[in-house]
């Protein structure tokens, strides 16, 4: 797919060359040795057609005669995001796994990654070896963290800002489309986190040659993208199209779109929905569209919308983790103090009606009121997790879970997670519960090393009080270093728990999942002794029945007698500690 407005445009006679530049009087193309002035067009383009740009030249553009910058919508920068732009041929590549349209959203088991810390390799290609692993666990998609290419050799993905151009420190762009090949050809889908709030700090000239890109807003990151400017806009929805078409993407995972600032019009997530949901239809492909919105706006989610048509499939529920986290480690800090009163309530409210906060005043928003009415949507329009790249990194040390609680509890919250009929995701390694730690890391220089470090120091003020220069230096390769997955763990110590997340993944599959169309939310309730109840209704006419003990006791009181069958935990008698049972029962 090759229809673009932005970035350079290969056909068969030449490269067409266009840069939507309002605020320049004058551009030019810098190609190879050579210089081009492009033509001004209406509405602040320039363009030009050149027959002797082939795929793999590199060109730059040249603002006013003063600043050369790359491409912002540039597809590849073998040289970082200082460097020139590459002309890639999307039509190199020869797609094997040409019949591979998705999955149905229900089936998703979601695994999230950093291409960077997967592998000792840390590339596209060296994760391919890993796709078995994903098979052989019961996962089903791969989400990617953002590829936008960064500035320096190692970032979470947030900070990138050529939104087109997959970096360089992973491989070219063959070698991405090669995983995901290779993973269709495995029946995995993968996802991709995409960023469309701000842009990253360094490396982003838009602001000189471009201004109406942003507002005078401001985002924790950055200044706020001017989505109301119908060039702007369109830059965002077809690098979704972008992702999705060329690369073949199956869902997109949007960061942070609470932060996205728009003012009295047609909101961009609208659009964007729209938009992805006509290259579904035309290509006979599920795609999925998932949100990161800590506004929990249920009006956005529609998970049935197959394909999207203005909504979105799912929602990551940060209100599960949250509890769960308070629950089982009894940190009350930051945002978990809305939790702190009664985590095991949350956790029975998110699992009998999505969200814990559906338009409750929030301790940590100062009384705010957040979040809307859950309990009518699908449980499917719900991703659960007990770890994700953001709640292990933004920690002093980047811990996992696994170093903050008890294994047994651990192991009684995968066993809810995995089978309940919301989305589960896992965050690479947890599948064999690693303790390999997740801190944040980047590569900028000078001044903005120094304000990252100094930030870090402001918010974990009491970790380097207590622990000097033992806290990760952001900035170190060494802290990227100990972010490498520890894949020697999965057939040494984390066998066990690797066999057991399989086994959960395997009742899912079996039982959970081909009863999941019309799935509906039933009732939860937690008691004070640490008993958990919940059920939902299936189709087919059956029920699912949840009854753990989350406790270091034994629970006296016996779970339910129903109808059906046990399909995970032994029934009868007393409840051990951190015990699980799941019935199905018949209507």
Same mark, same amino acid.
Request: charged fraction near 25%; charge should be negative; proline fraction near 6%.
């Given at each position: 797919?090759?229809?673009?407005?932005?970035?350079?445009?290969?056909?068969?006679?030449?490269?067409?060359?266009?840069?939507?530049?309002?605020?320049?009087?004058?551009?030019?193309?810098?190609?190879?040795?050579? &210089?081009?002035?492009?033509?001004?067009?209406?509405?602040?383009?320039?363009? @030009?057609?050149?027959?002797?740009?082939?795929?793999?030249?590199?060109?730059?553009?040249?603002?006013?005669?003063?600043?050369?910058?790359?491409?912002?919508?540039?597809?590849?920068?073998?040289?970082?995001?200082?460097?020139?732009?590459?002309?890639?041929?999307?039509?190199?590549?020869?797609?094997?796994?040409?019949?591979?349209?998705?999955?149905?959203?229900?089936?998703?088991?979601?695994?999230?990654?950093? !291409?960077?810390?997967?592998?000792?390799? +840390?590339?596209?290609?060296?994760?391919?070896?890993?796709?078995?692993?994903?098979?052989?666990?019961?996962?089903?998609?791969?989400?990617?963290?953002?590829?936008?290419?960064?500035?320096?050799?190692?970032?979470?993905?947030?900070?990138?800002?050529?939104?087109?151009?997959?970096?360089?420190?992973?491989?070219?762009?063959?070698?991405?489309?090669?995983?995901?090949?290779?993973?269709?050809?495995?029946?995995?889908?993968?996802?991709?986190?995409?960023?469309?709030?701000?842009?990253?700090?360094?490396?982003?000239?838009?602001?000189?040659?471009?201004?109406?890109?942003?507002?005078?807003?401001?985002?924790?990151?950055?200044?706020?993208?001017?989505?109301? !400017?119908?060039? !702007?806009?369109?830059?965002?929805?077809?690098?979704?199209?972008?992702?999705? #078409?060329?690369?073949?993407?199956? #869902?997109?995972?949007?960061?942070?779109? %609470?932060?996205?600032?728009?003012?009295?019009?047609?909101?961009?997530? %609208?659009?964007?929905?729209?938009?992805?949901?006509?290259?579904?239809?035309?290509?006979?492909?599920?795609?999925?569209?998932?949100?990161?919105?800590?506004?929990?706006?249920?009006?956005?989610?529609?998970?049935?919308?197959?394909?999207?048509? #203005?909504?979105?499939?799912?929602?990551?529920?940060?209100?599960?983790?949250?509890?769960? %986290?308070?629950?089982?480690?009894?940190?009350?800090?930051?945002?978990?103090?809305?939790?702190?009163?009664?985590?095991?309530?949350?956790?029975?409210?998110?699992?009998? &009606?999505?969200?814990?906060?559906?338009?409750?005043?929030?301790? %940590?928003? =100062?009384?705010?009121?957040?979040?809307?009415? =859950?309990?009518?949507?699908?449980?499917?329009?719900?991703?659960?997790?007990?770890?994700?790249?953001?709640? @292990?990194?933004?920690?002093?040390?980047?811990?996992?879970?696994?170093?903050?609680?008890?294994?047994?509890?651990?192991?009684?919250?995968?066993?809810?997670?995995?089978?309940?009929?919301? @989305?589960?995701?896992?965050?690479?390694?947890?599948?064999? +519960?690693?303790?390999?730690?997740?801190?944040?890391?980047?590569?900028?220089?000078?001044?903005?090393?120094?304000?990252?470090?100094?930030?870090?120091?402001?918010?974990?003020?009491?970790?380097?009080?207590?622990?000097?220069?033992?806290?990760?230096?952001?900035?170190?390769?060494?802290?990227?270093? =100990?972010?490498?997955?520890?894949?020697?763990?999965?057939?040494?110590?984390?066998?066990?728990?690797?066999?057991? !997340?399989?086994?959960?993944?395997?009742?899912?599959?079996?039982?959970?999942?081909?009863?999941?169309?019309?799935?509906?939310?039933?009732?939860?309730?937690?008691?004070?002794?640490?008993?958990?109840?919940?059920?939902?209704?299936? +189709? #087919?006419?059956? +029920?699912?029945?949840?009854?753990?003990?989350? &406790?270091?006791?034994?629970?006296?009181?016996?779970?339910?007698?129903?109808?059906?069958?046990? @399909?995970?935990?032994?029934?009868?008698?007393?409840?051990?500690?951190?015990?699980?049972?799941?019935?199905?029962?018949?209507?």
């Amino acid at each position: 797919m090759n229809e673009r407005h932005f970035g350079a445009k290969l056909t068969s006679d030449g490269t067409t060359f266009r840069l939507w530049a309002p605020a320049a009087k004058r551009v030019d193309l810098l190609l190879e040795q050579q &210089s081009y002035t492009l033509h001004a067009a209406k509405h602040g383009w320039f363009e @030009i057609k050149l027959a002797e740009a082939k795929a793999g030249a590199r060109y730059r553009f040249r603002i006013d005669s003063e600043l050369d910058v790359p491409d912002p919508a540039s597809a590849f920068q073998p040289e970082d995001v200082f460097g020139p732009s590459e002309v890639i041929d999307p039509a190199n590549y020869v797609w094997r796994a040409r019949d591979f349209r998705g999955r149905p959203w229900h089936e998703t088991v979601l695994l999230e990654a950093h !291409v960077g810390a997967f592998t000792p390799e +840390g590339t596209y290609r060296a994760m391919i070896d890993k796709l078995d692993h994903l098979v052989e666990t019961g996962i089903t998609a791969l989400e990617l963290l953002p590829l936008a290419d960064f500035a320096g050799r190692r970032n979470w993905g947030y900070d990138g800002v050529l939104w087109y151009a997959p970096d360089s420190a992973y491989g070219r762009p063959d070698e991405l489309k090669l995983l995901i090949d290779e993973a269709h050809l495995r029946g995995l889908m993968v996802f991709l986190d995409v960023v469309y709030n701000h842009f990253g700090p360094e490396g982003n000239y838009l602001s000189r040659y471009a201004p109406a890109f942003f507002t005078e807003a401001h985002t924790p990151w950055g200044s706020a993208i001017d989505y109301r !400017v119908p060039e !702007v806009r369109a830059f965002a929805i077809e690098n979704a199209l972008y992702w999705l #078409g060329e690369y073949r993407f199956d #869902g997109l995972r949007l960061d942070a779109v %609470h932060a996205i600032t728009e003012r009295g019009e047609i909101p961009l997530l %609208h659009d964007l929905s729209l938009a992805v949901g006509e290259l579904a239809a035309a290509t006979g492909r599920h795609i999925h569209l998932v949100l990161e919105n800590d506004d929990n706006c249920v009006s956005l989610l529609d998970p049935g919308d197959d394909p999207p048509h #203005g909504k979105y499939r799912a929602q990551w529920n940060d209100d599960y983790h949250h509890a769960w %986290h308070v629950e089982l480690t009894g940190e009350k800090q930051g945002y978990y103090r809305d939790y702190q009163r009664a985590p095991l309530s949350d956790i029975a409210r998110c699992l009998g &009606s999505g969200f814990a906060y559906q338009g409750e005043p929030s301790e %940590h928003r =100062s009384g705010m009121a957040r979040g809307e009415p =859950s309990g009518g949507l699908p449980p499917t329009a719900f991703v659960n997790f007990l770890q994700n790249h953001d709640q @292990i990194g933004n920690r002093a040390f980047g811990d996992r879970l696994e170093c903050e609680a008890n294994p047994k509890a651990i192991e009684a919250a995968l066993a809810i997670t995995l089978i309940a009929p919301a @989305i589960p995701m896992l965050f690479m390694g947890e599948e064999w +519960g690693s303790k390999v730690p997740f801190p944040f890391f980047c590569d900028f220089k000078g001044g903005l090393a120094e304000a990252v470090r100094n930030g870090r120091r402001a918010e974990y003020a009491w970790a380097y009080e207590r622990f000097g220069n033992d806290v990760p230096d952001p900035l170190s390769e060494a802290t990227f270093r =100990s972010a490498v997955l520890d894949w020697d763990m999965r057939t040494g110590p984390g066998r066990e728990r690797l066999a057991l !997340v399989r086994q959960l993944l395997d009742i899912r599959r079996r039982h959970v999942v081909p009863r999941l169309a019309g799935a509906r939310f039933g009732n939860a309730r937690a008691a004070g002794n640490g008993l958990l109840r919940a059920n939902w209704h299936l +189709g #087919g006419g059956l +029920g699912l029945l949840l009854a753990a003990n989350l &406790s270091e006791h034994a629970v006296t009181t016996a779970p339910d007698e129903a109808a059906g069958s046990p @399909i995970w935990g032994e029934a009868g008698g007393a409840f051990r500690p951190w015990s699980v049972l799941w019935r199905l029962e018949t209507k």
